[in-house]
């Protein structure tokens, strides 16, 4: 079996990926978004979790139940949150021993289970929220002006696809 060197091994990463994607500068942009992306939840989620218990992913069930007024069918919020249906039932088993949201099925539809906010997910939600925004402020926000957040939401607008996990 032969053993390629590093360098050998790097060039030929570079050739595959300038094979797809000729523009270095597009490979380093979207190097930058994933760092970035992979940074900010990592940290925005261990502050969350230090400063109130609750982990980011727990917050955006909360969060995206209250976007939608309260409640979702399971396979909306797992659509909104961008998880399988399988780990979102995972995740709403935990918070509903925990008491945050409450299960149930649609009336007609047996099939179909609506998640909703218990009151005591509403305070957790108030308690947390403001943590989050905070971070959010401080990591992402203010790092940027009004005019780079506008090129930026535009950018990143023309690339959102709609993903569905199954």
């Known amino acids: 079996m032969q053993v390629l060197s590093e ?6 990463l570079d050739r595959l990926v300038s094979s797809q994607v000729p523009s270095h500068q597009g490979v380093e942009a979207w190097a930058s978004l994933l760092r970035a992306h ?5 940290k925005l989620n261990t502050d969350l979790l230090e400063e109130t218990g609750l982990g ?14 309260g409640h979702l069918r399971m396979t ?3 659509e ?4 399988s249906r399988s780990g979102m039932t995972r995740r709403i088993d935990r918070l509903v021993d925990e008491g945050l949201v409450c299960r149930g099925n649609v009336d007609g539809d047996g ?6 906010l218990t009151d005591a997910g509403v305070n957790r939600l108030k308690e947390t929220a403001p943590v989050h925004m905070r971070g959010v402020s401080k990591l ?7 005019k780079e957040l506008a090129i930026l939401r535009r950018a ?7 993903c569905t996990f199954g």
């Open 7 to 12: 360098s050998d091994v790097a060039a030929l």
């Open 38 to 42: 992979a940074s900010l939840m990592r």
């Open 56 to 69: 980011l992913a727990d917050f955006d069930v909360l969060a995206q139940l209250a976007r939608a007024g």
């Open 76 to 78: 909306e919020l797992a």
């Open 80 to 83: 909104r949150a961008f998880s």
């Open 111 to 116: 099939r179909a289970v609506v998640v909703g």
């Open 140 to 146: 992402f926000v203010a790092q940027l002006d009004n």
């Open 156 to 162: 990143l607008d023309k690339v959102t696809i709609d």
